[in-house]
């Protein structure tokens, strides 16, 4: 081939590309106009009007997140529901937003012992606002070497959903619903039905629901529910083991304390006289 043969081929092959481009673009366009954008409008009347329906039922919802290092942090929804929808020319976007109050009676009292762990589980209370450590104990230098924690506060949820002509997709996430993290997925434009609403609202009402599960293969499926156990054995070892350590300070404070010491003395002076009085 030769040097004209070739640069004709890379132009008749841009020139594809491009093509291929536009059209995938006037796709998505079209599916937006079509499809997305009236389907965003109907998101928005059953969001609205699903928040509506809760504030008058007050219905029980609960939260549970594991914490690494804690426990479960254990909250249920308040309902008070702000929905809000911004429009542009080619993007719709809606966003729930309510909290959770954090239920501390029904939230674990965890004794952590060790600089690192202490830092470590601080930081996961400060980052989610649960508040402070309790009872820090401090070693010669001045650093905190172990602390109670006691979960408090409240939980923000938040759900977005947001669809526009440039990806012709809807998009959604979700913050601090199935854990203290966010979680997103994505739904082609033929997908979005009354039937999703349906999910949707199931799952913002944590009920079952096969909205973000995907498929997996079986052998990953096992060894995400060995990793669960692992983890769940783990936190119950460290549970054992953080009110071992309690019984066993107590016992060495009882054993070693003040009043001890007095009666041990009282003991050995005893002896003593019972020496003296053999000897004479």
């Known amino acids: 081939m030769g040097l004209l043969d070739e640069l004709e081929s890379e132009a008749q092959r841009r020139k594809s590309n491009d093509d291929d481009a536009a059209a995938l673009k006037a796709a998505r366009e079209t599916a937006y106009r079509t499809a997305l954008e009236p389907a965003m409008g109907k ?3 059953y969001l609205t009007e699903l928040v509506t329906k809760l504030k008058q039922l007050q219905p029980k919802i609960a939260i549970r997140h594991a914490l690494a290092g804690y426990g479960d942090v ?7 529901y702000d929905v809000r929808e911004a429009r542009q020319p080619s993007s719709r976007e809606i966003t729930l937003a309510f909290f959770a109050t954090v239920a501390s009676s029904e939230c674990p009292n965890v004794q952590v012992e060790g600089s690192a762990r202490v830092r470590a589980v601080s930081a996961l209370f400060q980052r989610h606002r649960l508040g402070a450590p309790l009872a820090a104990s401090k070693d010669a230098s001045g650093e905190i070497v172990g602390a109670t924690f006691k979960a408090k506060g409240r939980v923000p949820l938040t759900a977005v959903f947001s669809a526009d002509a440039a990806t012709g997709q809807l998009r959604m996430s979700f913050t601090n619903f199935d854990d203290f993290a966010t979680a997103v997925k994505t739904v082609a434009s033929d997908q979005v039905s009354e039937a999703l609403y349906d999910q949707i609202g199931r799952y913002l ?6 909205l973000l ?4 293969p079986e052998d990953y499926r096992s060894q995400l529910r060995a990793r669960v156990h692992h983890d769940e054995v783990k936190r119950r070892w460290e549970s054992q083991i953080a009110s071992r350590q309690q019984e066993d300070i107590a016992m060495l404070k009882r054993e070693y304390g003040l009043g001890a010491r007095f009666n041990r003395l009282g003991d050995a002076m005893g002896k003593l006289r019972g020496l003296v009085s053999r000897k004479s």
């Open 213 to 216: 599960r995907e498929v997996l």
């Open 205 to 210: 009402m944590r009920e079952p629901t096969e």
């Open 43 to 45: 998101l928005f009347a």
């Open 74 to 80: 254990v909250a249920y929804v308040e309902h008070e």
